[in-house]
């Protein structure tokens, strides 16, 4: 197998063995694009290296060895060339971009005898010595895992001794006695000097990119982002280019478009006198782009050219890399820029009116999770004009309204979110090391840092809201505290994060609704058009039901009708059915119940004006509904006027060891039939009350968790007898339907046979999950993270469809249910009729229809065009 590939020899079709990055270099290297020398070891020489051990293999490395020779030859320069010195990047590149999660080692190739080769040939001490000490600190940290503190420490020393404020205010005798303290620090920690052997330090560095993919942030990282751990890492070594040549040099990050608003300008920043890790790491507040035009005029239409080339080349908006040495401009790296929701919807859409894409392509450059950010209340401009201000000065990194308890590391913010807390994580400038608590923050808050720093990049690609580079705040982790002009929090105060603004306050501020965005009504216009899957919502309540409308859900998939019983006159009205101890009583109860269950169904159908709702009957366990301690036990007797014995008692009787398989749903109906009736009862009574306004409604009446034929048979005919009377008495004609939940291993199993009696069916697959895996819902959160974190489960199946053994039983259970009823209609309404990657998998299988929570509706109708869409181009 090839191991090793030079840029010219790929393409932008190989991200597999090469990498996103790999392959976009070899592509811009392919168009003729300004791009530093370089050559790309693959992914699946990662994978050999990770399955193998801890060496490189021979092969491996008689190719690197290779490669760098024809490196050599390609530039013109090599390792030990006093007149024409190679350097080289090592930088990691997975199939998807992983910005700051892996490992990147800058000006390789240095040693005590090449810093003084470069000096020379520079004629500049002071920029090899910057260069030597920046590999120095870099090497010793990935390669070797020396504690980063060590380095930043001697640093601060020098810095603090002479009085200076930043690195590029060092001189050249500084950097020396700096270099040299960083080589102790090799002695100390290692035993060993540093290696001055380069290809040595190139096999280092390799290696040490090769085991980034499994350091814990990007572990972190890839199962936030439902990255698969089986992709490795390739490894791009690339001849160095240096902005941090003097002030006719630089480097920087843009992007074709804004990423926040998506307005179609460059957008970015750059240094001068600086290497890139200095703009993603803080440590200096850049320059926006736009003043490139002023400084640099020729490089900076230079740039618009190439950028202009690249998004219609790619049909998508570029994240680009670039260094200017001494008036000449590279191109690091270019890939699709990640970007905030109301970015994403407008680009979309402008790609579309600009020709590049057509509404299907533009459909597929949207998350379809990022549109939570669009759909979220913001701020209240009322009550901002009261609100403490704590600063203006922040930049406006990344959109949104939270807030939260001031916290100052990832641990505490993760804590305290797992706590049930809101939480706004503030730092001098967050690290990779941070993902943990990126990801539990409501808003991510730096003093340091710009536009496309860690925070700013990373907050971006979450959907989090961000304020970066608020200078104003002086932030001392220590002692838990962030001062202000004018006061200071403390950890655990309350702060408001205004990510649109970059403006920041004291306390709590109330929200207001998102405002209409014209973009996004586009976007899901074409969805509804392309996807085949209906979205129905989950909702009973009026304020759920209009949510859900706003956003064209196609109907109801879900009334919980348990959900209905939990006012109090209504919780005493079930409570007196379930501790009745005659019938005559029970009869008593139902007809109370039956009244307010007409009244809800009869709004509900009149908000949905002619759209299919399924309305499921009693479905939770009885302790649900029951008191459990004593004093609640005397307050519900005195509300049923009933000794306190006699509920005690009756209580008891009911209580179980495991409730959720307990008796509840289908089995209810079976032993209290007048309990199903009624309802049943109630929901023809609401939909002729309907029906006499001129709303056409066919209600679709669903039985949960049913496992026999026998069992659904008796139920559905029971029913149906029951409604059949009720309609004659009226002498009115009504279509209704009756239907199975699916939640059970037992049924998919037995489709077929239901499927001579339902006419749906719905998969639950909250309980489906629990009754396959045998996990309870309930409590599995005191061990999934755990079998997380340890790689036995991929994924939370709570949360996302278990492919080996959920999503088959659904498979199996459409195949088989439609062979004995080929038109029968199949749903889905569990946890998993929201999530995009379950949402595939179900267009797929080739049910009608899946149902999820309101506001995850229109997530749900682009995840469902998009897997359309997808099916396409296979």
Wanted: charged residues 25%; hydrophobic residues 40%; negative net charge.
């Amino acid at each position: 197998m090839k191991r090793v590939y030079a840029f010219n020899e790929g393409n932008s079709e190989m991200k597999d063995l090469l990498g996103g990055k790999g392959a976009n270099l070899a592509e811009m290297t392919r168009l003729g694009c300004p791009v530093p020398q370089g050559f790309t070891v693959t992914t699946k020489a990662c994978l050999e290296y990770l399955q193998d051990g801890d060496n490189l293999s021979h092969d491996l490395i008689q190719e690197i060895n290779q490669a760098i020779e024809q490196l050599e030859d390609q530039t013109q320069k090599k390792f030990d060339d006093p007149e024409k010195l190679l350097l080289v990047s090592v930088r990691s590149g997975a199939k998807i971009s992983m910005p700051g999660m892996m490992d990147t080692i800058l000006n390789l190739g240095l040693t005590d005898e090449n810093v003084d080769k470069l000096a020379q040939l520079t004629q500049d001490e002071r920029f090899a010595y910057d260069c030597y000490r920046r590999l120095l600190q870099m090497f010793g940290n990935v390669v070797y895992e020396i504690d980063m503190s060590l380095f930043e420490g001697q640093l601060k020393q020098i810095k603090d001794q002479h009085h200076l404020n930043f690195d590029h205010e060092l001189s050249a005798d500084h950097l020396k006695e700096l270099v040299k303290k960083y080589q102790a620090i090799y002695t100390q920690e290692l035993g060993h000097p540093f290696p001055q052997d380069v290809k040595e330090q190139i096999y280092a560095a390799v290696r040490a990119v090769f085991k980034s993919w499994n350091n814990k942030r990007a572990i972190v990282y890839r199962r936030l982002n439902n990255v698969p751990d089986d992709l490795g890492t390739a490894v791009n070594i690339q001849e160095m280019v240096f902005g941090n040549r003097g002030e006719t040099s630089g480097t920087g990050v843009l992007f074709t478009r804004n990423p926040a608003n998506g307005q179609k300008e460059l957008y970015g920043e750059y240094l001068t006198n600086a290497q890139g890790e200095d703009v993603v790491a803080g440590i200096r507040t850049p320059m926006s782009i736009t003043r490139l035009k002023d400084q640099f005029p020729e490089i900076y239409q230079e740039i618009l050219d190439l950028t202009s080339q690249l998004e219609s080349h790619y049909h998508d908006m570029q994240d680009i890399e670039f260094t200017i040495e001494e008036g000449k401009l590279f191109l690091l790296q270019t890939r699709n820029g990640k970007r905030t929701a109301q970015a994403a919807v407008k680009v979309a859409c402008d790609l579309v009116e600009e020709g590049i894409l057509t509404p299907k392509q533009a459909l597929l450059t949207i998350q379809p999770e990022s549109l939570h950010t669009l759909l979220h209340p913001a701020f209240d401009q009322a009550a901002l004009k009261s609100a403490p201000l704590i600063s203006k000065m922040g930049l406006p990194a990344s959109p949104g309204a939270a807030t939260g308890q001031v916290v100052f590391d990832a641990e505490t913010a993760k804590a305290w979110t797992d706590e049930g807390k809101d939480v706004i994580l503030v730092r001098h400038e967050t690290s990779p090391e941070d993902i943990v608590g990126m990801n539990s923050a409501k808003a991510i808050v730096t003093s340091q840092g710009g536009m496309t720093s860690h925070a700013a990049v990373v907050a971006r690609g979450m959907g989090k809201c961000c304020v970066s580079g608020c200078s104003e705040l002086d932030i001392n982790e220590d002692k838990r505290v962030v001062t202000y002009p004018g006061g200071s929090l403390h950890e655990g105060d309350i702060m408001s994060v205004d990510g649109s603004t970059g403006t920041l306050y004291v306390g709590e501020i109330p929200t207001v609704a998102s405002a209409a965005n014209e973009y996004f009504d586009q976007v899901m216009e074409w969805s509804r058009e392309f996807a085949q899957l209906k979205i129905r919502m989950n909702a009973e309540t009026a304020t759920d039901i209009q949510n859900g409308l706003e956003f064209k859900a196609s109907g109801i998939g879900l009334v919980r009708t348990e959900h209905m019983f939990f006012e109090a006159e209504r919780l005493i009205a079930i409570r007196q059915f379930l501790l009745a101890q005659t019938a005559s009583d029970r009869e008593e109860a139902l007809a109370h119940i039956k009244q307010f269950q007409t009244d809800d169904f009869t709004n509900i159908f009149k908000l949905m004006d002619n759209k299919p709702v399924v309305v499921r009957l009693l479905d939770a366990p009885l302790h649900e509904f029951l008191p459990h301690t004593e004093a609640e036990i005397k307050q519900v007797a005195q509300e049923l006027n009933l000794p306190f014995d006699q509920v005690s008692d009756r209580i008891h009787m009911t209580k179980e060891i495991n409730p959720m398989m307990g008796h509840r749903a289908c089995r209810m109906g079976i032993t209290y039939p007048g309990l199903y009736l009624m309802q049943a009862e109630a929901v023809i009574q609401a939909a002729l009350a309907v029906q006499e306004q001129g709303v056409n409604v066919q209600p679709e009446i669903m039985i949960p968790l049913v496992s026999t034929k026998k069992e659904l048979a008796q139920l559905k005919e029971a029913i149906k007898d029951h409604l059949d009377k009720v309609l004659q008495e009226v002498g009115a004609e009504l279509t209704y339907t009756i239907g199975a939940m699916v939640e059970t291993p037992r049924a998919c199993l037995v489709a077929d046979q239901l499927a001579e009696e339902a006419e749906f069916f719905s998969f639950g697959t909250n309980d489906l999950t629990q009754l396959s895996f045998g996990y309870s819902r309930d409590d599995a959160g005191k061990f999934l993270n755990a079998y997380l974190e340890e790689g036995i489960l991929k994924d939370d199946p709570f949360q996302t469809i278990d492919l080996d053994a959920v999503k088959e039983l659904v498979a199996i259970a459409t195949e088989r249910g439609r062979k004995t009823q080929s038109n029968l209609k199949v749903g889905v309404c569990g946890e998993l009729g929201g999530d995009p990657r379950s949402i595939k998998v179900f267009h797929q299988i080739g049910l009608d229809y899946v149902s999820c929570s309101p506001y995850r509706v229109p997530i749900a109708q682009l995840a469902a065009a998009q897997s359309a869409i997808q099916d396409e181009l296979v």
